[in-house]
């Protein structure tokens, strides 16, 4: 069967949605992330997002690839202020990840979260359902 990729922003929408039905009511995730692509009014989005302006955000591109902290593409403990200004100096500008060179068109801000470890989770759906991947071992080494 087929695979496709889906950007994080989805993943982490259905994610929210869908929270209590995998995991429960004991912990909740509140889904708060924004999706940002060329036409985006980047001062508008505070007057939708309260709290973009009252949390510390992190910022990075969403647009299918990983090793983003390897390359310098995470941008995190930012002001909303700092969080428009790292986006602005990228927003379409070629990047090269790897082998390959594009424009960066897409990137999310969400609530910065201070922690010491990082976890790994993907989700995979097929015709029988819902394959849920979770690992206490995450970060920018995943793959090793």
Known sequence: ???????EYN?????AKYW?????KSFSYPGKIILVDPDTKLDDLPKKNKWLNEEKLVVKPD???????KHG????NATFAEAK???KER?????TVGKVTDKLTHFIIEPYVPHKGE???AIKSNRDGDTIYFSNHGGVDIES
């Open 119 to 121: 976890f790994y989770v």
């Open 91 to 95: 927003m379409n500008k070629d990047t």
């Open 63 to 69: 647009q299918l690839f990983g090793k983003r902290g």
């Open 11 to 15: 993943g982490k929408k259905m994610l």
């Open 73 to 76: 593409l995470i941008k995190a």
């Open 85 to 87: 200004k790292w986006i």
């Open 1 to 7: 069967m087929a695979q496709r990729g889906i950007r």
């Open 20 to 24: 209590t039905e995998y995991f429960g």
